[in-house]
C-alpha cells in the first residue's frame, strides 16, 4: 500500500495529526497494523489484550465477520443517499431498535457521533419545551462539540472556556458513594445528591432537562443506588422537564442489560447512544425520543439535521451488530463474566493497600486508586491531567503495554470495559497483568 516504514508512519502521524486530550510534544503513537477478536497488535507483530474496548466501543471484538460483510454490501448496494429519502436499511434499524430499545422511544435522529446525539438532544428539548436550561452532573462527559463540552463536568471543559459557557447549563452533583461530592453516607443520606436535583429545578424555574450518564463511563463508571434513576424520573415529572439518558458508553450489553437504565426500569425521553451501536466499525449515533416529544413537530418547524443524518453506510452495521449482539446472547455473557470480573477484581483490592474502590455492572469497571484507604487521597488531581503531570494510572497502563495488555486510564482510575466476547483466561490476563503493575503505587502508599 505505502513504501513508508513503521517508525515513519509513526512520525508522520505525530507530525502532522492531532492527538487527542493530550499535550502533542512528545506524543508517539503506537503503529497499529492488525487486529482481532479481543486483541489488536503492532508492527512488530506483539499483541496487545484489549481490556477496555479502545474507547469503550469495540463491544463485538475486532473483526466480527458479520458486521464487516454489512458493511461491504452497503458500499455496493447504496453507499450514500442525501437523509430526506427512506432507503432499506433505515427502515429495518429503526424496526429493530424498537425491539431492544426502552419502550416508549419510538423516533429516531441519527447522527455520526455521540456527541452530535447530545446536539440533536439538546436543540430538541428546547424546541419542545421552549425553556433554556439543561441540567447536567460533574464527573461528566458527554462529547466535544460545543454544546455537549459545554454540559460536559470535567476538566476537559476548562480550555474552551468561556466560549462553552453556552447560556443555560448548570452542574449537579454527581452520584458517587464511594466519594461524595457533597460528604454524605448511603443510605442515611436517602440519595441527598438527586434532591439537590429537585432544589435546582425549582429554583432555577427554566429547565428544560436533565442529562445523566445512567451509569457514568469516562470520570468513574459510577454506579447509582437503587433509589436515584427512578427518584430523578419522578423529579422531572413533577416540573415537567425531560430526561436525558446518555447511554453512549453504558449502552449495548455493557452493564448486562440492553441499556443502563433497563436495571432500574426508567423510561427517560430521549436517549442517546453511539460507539457500541456499530460496534465502532463505522461511526453512527443515535437520538431516540418518544412520540409524545415527536408529535410537537407535526405543526413545528424541526431545526435541525446534517448532510450525513441517516447515512445509509452507518446503518448497515448496526442492523449486522444488533443481530450479533442477540445471536451470541451477549447481553446475558456480559452479566456473565461481569460476575467473574467482580470476583478477580475484588481479589485484587483485597490485595494491594493501593486500590481504594472496585466498582461496576456487567462487563463495565472501574478500579480506583489511592494512596491513603482511610483518608482516599488519590496519588494525582484533575488539574495534574489537564497539565500534563504523569499520573500513577498512566504510569501503571504503560507497565501493562508492556506485559501485553491495554486499559484506559483517567485521573485516578481505569476504566476496564473489555470486549463482551471476552473469556475468563482472557479476564485472568489482563487482571494478572493489572495485579503485577500495581506494584508501582502500593510503593507509594502512605503508611
Known amino acids: 500500500m505505502n513504501n513508508l516504514s513503521s517508525q515513519e508512519i509513526t512520525d508522520v502521524t505525530a507530525k502532522h495529526t492531532y492527538g487527542t486530550w493530550r499535550f502533542q510534544k512528545g506524543w508517539k503513537p503506537l503503529h497499529i497494523t492488525d487486529a482481532e477478536g479481543c486483541y489488536f497488535i503492532d508492527a512488530n507483530g506483539k499483541k ?80 419542545v419545551t421552549g425553556k433554556t436550561k439543561i441540567i447536567a452532573r460533574y464527573r461528566s462527559y458527554h462529547g466535544s462539540t460545543m454544546g455537549s463540552i459545554a454540559a460536559t463536568g470535567d476538566p476537559r471543559r476548562w480550555a474552551v472556556e468561556p466560549a462553552s459557557k453556552i447560556p443555560g447549563v448548570i452542574f449537579a452533583p454527581e ?82 442489560k440492553w441499556f443502563a437504565v433497563d436495571h432500574w426500569n426508567v423510561k427517560p425521553d430521549i436517549l442517546v447512544t453511539a460507539k457500541g451501536i456499530t460496534t465502532a466499525y463505522v461511526p453512527l449515533g443515535l437520538c431516540a425520543t418518544t412520540m409524545k416529544i ?47 470480573m467482580s470476583i478477580k477484581l475484588n481479589e485484587l483490592k483485597s490485595r494491594h493497600g493501593s486500590i ?40 501503571i497502563a504503560g507497565e501493562m503495554m508492556k506485559k501485553g495488555v491495554f486499559v484506559q486510564a483517567w485521573v485516578s482510575h481505569f476504566v476496564i470495559a473489555p470486549p463482551l466476547i471476552i473469556t475468563k483466561a482472557e479476564i485472568d490476563q489482563g487482571v494478572k497483568a493489572l495485579d503485577e503493575s500495581l506494584a508501582l503505587a502500593d510503593s507509594e502508599v502512605e503508611k
Not at 302 to 322: N, V
Not at 376 to 391: E, I, M, Q, R, S
Open 294 to 340: 415527536a408529535s410537537y413537530f407535526d405543526a413545528h418547524f424541526f431545526s435541525h439535521g446534517h448532510t450525513y443524518e441517516a447515512h445509509p453506510l452507518t446503518l448497515a452495521p448496526a442492523i449486522a451488530s444488533i443481530q450479533e449482539y442477540k445471536r451470541m446472547n451477549l447481553i446475558d455473557r456480559a452479566r456473565e463474566m461481569g460476575e467473574y
Open 48 to 127: 496487545y489484550l484489549d481490556f477496555s474496548s479502545q474507547l469503550m466501543c469495540v463491544t463485538l471484538g475486532h473483526k466480527n465477520q458479520a458486521v464487516i460483510k454489512a458493511i461491504e454490501e452497503q458500499a455496493r448496494k447504496l453507499p450514500y443517499i442525501a437523509p430526506g429519502y427512506a432507503t432499506d436499511v433505515r427502515a429495518e434499524l429503526s424496526k429493530l431498535l424498537l425491539e431492544v430499545l426502552p419502550k416508549g422511544l419510538e423516533k429516531f435522529f441519527f447522527t455520526t457521533s455521540g456527541t452530535e446525539a447530545n446536539e440533536a438532544a439538546f436543540k430538541i428539548a428546547r424546541m
Open 356 to 395: 481504594g474502590d472496585v466498582r461496576g455492572l456487567g462487563l463495565f469497571w472501574a478500579v480506583e486508586l489511592v494512596k491513603n484507604q482511610k483518608t482516599k487521597t488519590y496519588f494525582n488531581t484533575k488539574k495534574d491531567k489537564v497539565n500534563g503531570v504523569p499520573t500513577m494510572v498512566e504510569k
Open 175 to 256: 452520584v458517587n458513594c464511594y466519594d461524595c461530592p457533597i460528604n454524605h453516607h448511603y443510605p442515611e443520606c436517602e440519595v441527598a445528591c438527586v434532591e439537590y436535583i429537585d432544589h435546582m429545578i425549582e429554583n432555577e424555574g427554566d429547565v428544560a432537562a436533565v442529562i445523566v450518564e445512567p451509569v457514568v463511563g469516562t470520570n468513574g463508571v459510577l454506579i447509582p443506588p437503587k433509589e436515584y434513576m427512578p427518584r430523578l424520573r419522578e423529579i422531572c415529572d413533577k416540573y415537567n422537564v425531560l430526561l436525558i439518558a446518555d447511554e453512549v458508553m453504558s449502552g449495548w450489553g455493557r452493564t448486562g
